[in-house]
């Protein structure tokens, strides 16, 4: 009778985290059903709302790369820069996790007191409470080695940052992809005069068309100025190649 009672209470326990119970709630959830909610609705909308940037200010980002350079200044970004900004954003994810798992073990505890009929907690209340006590103990032993294999997820990710993972890959070939055509295998300072230079050359172009109504009136006259020796008493004769070499020297004025 009594090994009977305990595999029946152990029964009903697994048969409620399953979903298989015979007495199923249908106000409120509970048992698997509850845990299952605990992961994919509160677990995982509490890592929806951490900002993988919170925390991090542009001062932040500049003063970490300069302190990991010492006094060189920076051609790339360090990798101990982005390292220790990466790791204080890690960190971030364990006490979502810790509190996840307070969750899940409450509703464990919660499930035991709804295992086992009626008749026999009244017929051998002792024995009941002897049940509850010994399976609540057991759940309060096996909750620090749980969140210590938590926090020991959390160091491992912090160990080594998998630079190769694919979907860091898959940012960085979409940052480079955004990027302006040219820039994506310069460095910082080759980068910046590129830039600089698209910006000159923009300048240049506005300069040429705004200028291209007096070099052309210019022309003009030198080559009135070939066809007319009256015009000329110096006798200077605008051949097209001093034409040619005026106009040359007109454009390449603005690109020094």
């Known amino acids: 009778m009594l090994l009977q009672i305990i595999t029946r ?22 048992g698997g059903a509850r845990i299952c909610y605990i992961f994919h609705e509160i677990f995982y909308s509490t890592l929806g709302r951490i900002d993988p940037l ?8 500049l003063t970490a790369i300069r302190n990991s350079t010492g006094p060189r200044p920076a051609l790339f970004v360090p990798e101990v820069a982005f390292e220790l900004l990466v790791k204080r954003q890690i960190r971030r994810l364990e006490e979502p996790s ?5 969750l899940v073990h409450e509703e464990m505890q919660r499930i035991i007191q709804h295992c086992g009929t009626q ?58 992809q955004q990027a302006p055509p040219g820039l994506n295998n310069l460095t910082l300072n080759e ?16 300069e040429r068309r705004s200028s291209a109504a007096p070099v052309q009136r210019s022309s003009d006259a030198l080559q009135e100025a070939d066809s007319s020796d009256s015009a000329n008493p110096s006798g200077f004769h605008a051949t097209p190649d001093i034409v040619c070499l005026f106009k040359l020297s007109n454009q390449h004025r603005y690109l020094v």
Do not use: W
């Open 9 to 30: 209470f152990n029964t009903a326990y697994c048969n409620t985290i399953d979903g298989v119970s015979k007495d199923i709630e249908t106000s409120e959830l509970c």
């Open 54 to 61: 919170g925390g991090l200010n542009t001062l932040d980002i």
């Open 98 to 102: 810790l509190r996840c798992v307070e």
């Open 119 to 176: 008749q026999e907690m009244y017929r051998f209340p002792n024995l009941h409470e002897r049940i509850v006590d010994v399976v609540t103990s057991l759940l309060r032993r096996r909750l620090q080695p749980t969140n210590e294999m938590v926090t020991n997820l959390v160091a491992i990710e912090l160990a080594y940052i998998n630079t190769r993972h694919p979907d860091f890959t898959e940012e960085l070939m979409l940052h480079r």
């Open 191 to 206: 980068a910046s005069s590129q830039v600089q230079a698209g910006k000159r050359t923009k300048q240049l172009a506005t």
